[in-house]
Nanobody
Framework: QVQLVESGGGLVQPGGSLRLSCAAS????????MDWYRQTPRNGRELVAT???????NYADSVKGRFTISRDPAKNTVYLQMDSLKPEDTAVYYC???????????????WGQGTQVTVSS
């Protein structure tokens, strides 16, 4: 079994910063792509940022230049540094990891439980 646990959400004023973390644990052989998504009732779930096992990154246009995704392979952890936050960044943020489990088998996508980010004055 594999678990993803997120942390770092909270309430922040516009223009402020937050750093989200997502740690994967369990029966892990390797992790391919790791992503951050966010979900709101209005927009549904949208992809925010992606990082490959080789460190290549991609961002949604709405967060380019403000958010930075990174990962620590030794800790099976992905981060999302969010700067210059705007009220429209308010959402529940989820991480996703494509994991190849120890013991073989095809890669499988695992999701975290979500963490609330609220940007408001």
């Amino acid at each position: 079994q594999v678990q993803l646990v997120e942390s770092g959400g909270g309430l922040v004023q516009p223009g402020g910063s937050l750093r989200l973390s997502c740690a994967a644990s369990g029966s892990i052989f390797s992790i391919n792509t790791m992503d951050w998504y966010r979900q709101t009732p209005r927009n549904g779930r949208e992809l925010v940022a992606t990082i490959t096992s080789g460190g290549n990154t991609n961002y949604a246009d709405s967060v380019k230049g403000r958010f930075t995704i990174s990962r620590d392979p030794a800790k099976n952890t992905v981060y999302l540094q969010m700067d210059s936050l705007k009220p429209e960044d308010t959402a529940v943020y989820y991480c996703k990891a494509e994991v190849r489990r120890a013991g073989g088998g095809s890669p499988y996508n695992y999701w975290g439980q979500g963490t609330q980010v609220t940007v408001s004055s």
